[in-house]
């Protein structure tokens, strides 16, 4: 599907800026054996300019999952922009999925890194659990849940580090885990707060050049919500996107 999002301009009387097209996607949870998805990343290449992959593309992190899904990149020729997701980490080895992707060519954020690609910036982290709103677990109490909402905050300032060193007046923000409540919506609301955090949103809605965030993990959430500054926010996590339609990834224009 192509969407219909344009990020707002400033300046438009000048003539807008060149737009990117930016498909995104997350949770193909791809296992050992055959990957399913060749004709995605074959086709995404003529609909979109960059690919933004948004966590748990394998099950568990085996190398073997990795391998799989590596060789179907191969055919996407167009840039690939990515986080990890929870599933990436479940083998204890994900500094090793991490170096996989970035020697088979996909730019990995995480650790406060960002890239830029035709006037747009990419920042983004995997994100991290904690709850939304006044939901929203504080630190206090026994040492455990501390070092619980310490692990949010910590990616929440690495999410801080990438975008602020971005220059553009465009940027997507990539992420995982949801930054706001509205897209986790159609989850048991027992689970909201395993899937993702307000200090992510909180983060996002101190820079005025993010027009764009897309995340995964919800697979029964809502497809789009928007952060209290009205940044739109957007679920593409690949069950979310099959009730919108056939097209197994979600393309903006940027």
Not at 78 to 106: K, L, S, T, W, Y
Not at 108 to 127: C, P, Q, Y
Not at 185 to 211: Q, W
């Amino acid at each position: 599907m192509t969407d219909d999002f344009q990020a707002p301009q400033p300046g438009m009387d000048a003539g807008p800026a060149k737009r990117l097209r930016v498909a995104a996607v997350g949770d193909l949870h791809v296992g050992e054996g055959p990957s399913p998805y060749r004709d995605l990343f074959e086709r995404v290449s003529d609909d979109a300019d960059v690919l933004c992959l948004c966590g748990d593309m394998v099950n568990f992190g085996k190398t073997g999952e990795v391998e799989a899904l590596l060789e179907d990149l191969k055919l996407c020729t167009i840039p690939i922009v990515g986080v990890m997701g929870n599933h990436e980490h479940e083998c204890g080895q994900p500094e090793v999925v991490m170096e996989m992707f970035c020697d088979a060519g996909v730019t990995m954020l995480s650790g406060g890194r960002n890239h830029e690609i035709d006037g747009v910036g990419f920042a983004g982290t995997k994100g991290f659990v904690g709850g939304f709103g006044r939901y929203m677990l504080s630190s206090f109490g026994e040492a455990s849940i501390k070092a619980f909402v310490q692990e949010a905050v910590e990616d929440a300032n690495q999410l801080e580090t990438s975008i602020r060193s971005l220059r553009t007046e465009r940027s997507v923000v990539l992420l995982h885990y949801a930054p706001v409540v509205d897209t986790v919506v159609g989850e048991p609301p027992e689970i909201h707060t395993f899937l993702g955090s307000s200090r992510l949103a909180e983060t996002i809605d101190r820079y005025d050049n993010v027009k764009l965030v897309v995340h995964g993990h919800a697979h029964r959430g809502a497809p789009e919500g928007r952060t209290n500054r009205g940044v739109p926010v957007y679920n593409v996590a690949l069950p979310v996107l099959r009730t919108l339609g056939e097209t197994p990834y979600r393309v903006f224009e940027v």
